[in-house]
Antibody, heavy 126, light 110 residues
Framework: QVHLVQSGAEVKKPGSSVKVSCKAS????????ISWVRQAPGQGLEWMGG????????KHAQKFQGRVTITADDNTSTAYMELSSLRSEDTALYYC???????????????????WGQGTTVTVSS | SYVPTQPPSVSVAPGKTARITCGGN??????VHWYQQKPGQAPVVVMY???DRPSGTPERFSGSNSGNTATLTISRVEAGDEADYYC?????????????FGGGTKLTVL
């Protein structure tokens, strides 16, 4: 049974960056997709992007173009999400989630996510 | 971008049937996944690929998807089903394909 364990809460200043980690234990990591999903207080789920570790291919949501970097270290079964140029609206709970993927037309499609991390609170405040 | 549309709230009495919809242009051509999220907890997938129930999801949960509407149906609703429910698709409608979540539906058990 795989578990995803995320790094601890962060408090950041506007304009700075945050890097959150997500370590998998007890199961397969690299052959799945790892997504990053955030949830602002009282709001819904928002996909930021993901990576397929076995391919080393990352993808991000257009909204986060230029601000998010998603990487993975297969050796340690750890995925990372770095968000830069932080603003107050980035205050949220950030989740990593393991999911299924498939090959599409010139692309990789992310499907359902079956294992979620516990979430990492990121607070952006001056 | 493609944003699936969900009703903000659905209310149902215990023992009755709840239907939570997820709408979008030709959503029937996409695979829809459903998540349940209870307060203070991470989401849990309750339905894959329109109608595949993961182990652990009660048989009372079923899914369908056709035309412009996908539906998560919960039969014989219990108090423990009260939660927020989100649908999710893969949006390849533009050059920049990505995961799209619906806005979520709060299920209240009366």
């Amino acid at each position: 049974q795989v578990h995803l364990v995320q790094s601890g809460a962060e408090v950041k200043k506007p304009g700075s960056s945050v890097k959150v980690s997500c370590k998998a234990s007890g199961g397969t990591f690299s052959s799945y997709a790892i997504s990053w999903v955030r949830q602002a207080p009282g709001q819904g789920l928002e996909w930021m992007g993901g990576i397929i570790p076995i391919l080393g291919i990352a993808k991000h949501a257009q909204k986060f173009q230029g601000r998010v970097t998603i990487t993975a270290d297969d050796n340690t079964s750890t995925a990372y999400m770095e968000l830069s140029s932080l603003r107050s609206e980035d205050t949220a709970l950030y989740y990593c989630a393991r999911g299924y993927w498939e090959t599409g037309t010139g692309d990789y499609h992310y499907n359902g996510m079956d294992v979620w991390g516990q979430g990492t609170t990121v607070t952006v405040s001056s | 971008s493609y944003v699936p549309t969900q009703p903000p709230s659905v209310s149902v009495a215990p023992g009755k049937t709840a239907r939570i919809t997820c709408g979008g242009n030709n959503i029937g051509r996409k695979s829809v996944h459903w998540y349940q999220q209870k307060p203070g907890q991470a989401p849990v997938v309750v339905m894959y690929y329109d109608s595949d129930r993961p182990s652990g999801t009660p048989e009372r949960f079923s899914g369908s998807n056709s035309g412009n509407t996908a539906t998560l149906t919960i039969s014989r609703v219990e108090a423990g089903d009260e939660a927020d429910y989100y649908c999710q698709v893969w949006d390849s409608s533009t050059d920049h394909s990505e995961v799209a979540f619906g806005g979520g539906t709060k299920l209240t058990v009366l």
